[in-house]
């Protein structure tokens, strides 16, 4: 049973893994290669009183990390991000744990109007997840991020409160 817990600098190692692996990395923009690079990434969200992150955990192993950031308290609206590293886990239902549970702190603890996120083109097995979620795509980031060595499309999807809601409790 997958379950989350705080993410922690003891996990910063599996997670530069998970960012170097090929198979993991494919549709993830080229940073957090290092231990430097992601202590500092680690150290700026953690300073944060509003970023959420997570790592995921599956029977006992640590298998992912989640984020709830750019949260904008004005306009309340947040992005969110999620990352299963094990690919042995894909497929399990991990990550639609996560993602409502994601969901969940966005509206219910932060009371956000919008969340977004946002997805490589050819991620295929992401997208599928965010529309099952009840996420509609918005539109295309053009070559937004570098992937490799290639300007990469990102696909821009988003829920709004009350389709949450309508989601989470059908009338």
């Known amino acids: 049973m ?6 922690t600098l003891k996990d910063l190692d599996s997670l530069v893994r998970w960012r170097n692996d090929p198979s993991v990395n494919r549709h993830l923009a080229d940073r957090l290669r290092s231990i430097e690079e992601a202590e500092k990434w680690f150290h700026k969200a953690k300073s ?7 790592a995921i955990t ?30 042995d886990r ?3 239902g991990i990550g639609a744990f996560v993602l409502n549970k994601m969901l969940e ?12 996120a946002v997805v490589a083109r050819g991620n295929e097995r992401s997208e599928r997840l965010l529309r099952k979620a009840g996420f509609l795509q918005e539109g295309v980031l053009r070559e937004a ?10 696909l821009s ?3 709004l409160e009350d389709e949450f809601r309508t989601r989470k409790n059908p009338s």
């Open 2 to 7: 997958a379950s989350l817990r705080n993410l």
């Open 48 to 54: 944060s009183r509003t970023v959420w992150l997570k």
């Open 58 to 87: 599956d029977k006992g192993q640590t298998v992912g990390y989640a984020t709830v950031e750019s949260v904008d308290e004005e306009n309340r609206k947040c992005e969110l991000a999620l990352v299963i590293g094990e690919a």
């Open 90 to 92: 894909w497929g399990n």
């Open 105 to 116: 702190y966005a509206f219910e603890v932060l009371h956000m109007h919008r969340v977004w």
């Open 145 to 154: 991020i570098i992937i490799g060595s290639e300007y990469t499309d990102l």
């Open 157 to 159: 999807f988003s829920i």
